[in-house]
């Protein structure tokens, strides 16, 4: 086991399972806080309680995460997490561009291209 992933949707909980995590017979090298999917995140309780290594992680909606305030507030949670110089790691999810999709191709979620079935001329898929 390399990381274990803590999210949660309050505060309290999230503390609670990086307790949890932290007193298993065998702990994780790491254990990954999802500060994205906790309404009422608070850095300074997270730095109070944290243990074990830990990845501080904060991801975008556009990037697949829950974070609900404005791009700037998260911006400013990752810095101030760097600048807390008490993670291990902050993961930074940077929005990247793909090129254009090219023709008889579709983009999939992940925004990568993949081919679209093509219609013979009697009306079945190739």
Known sequence: MICISLSGQKMESLLKNLI????????PPYLEVRADTITDFSLSKLLQNKINPTIFTCYSRINGGCFRGTE?????LLSSAIRSGRFE????DIPVSFPPVPRGMVATKAGLPVPTPIKSGRGRGA
């Open 20 to 27: 949890s995590a932290s007193q298993m017979s065998t702990p």
């Open 72 to 76: 700037k507030e998260r911006l400013g």
């Open 89 to 92: 790691y902050v993961t930074i």
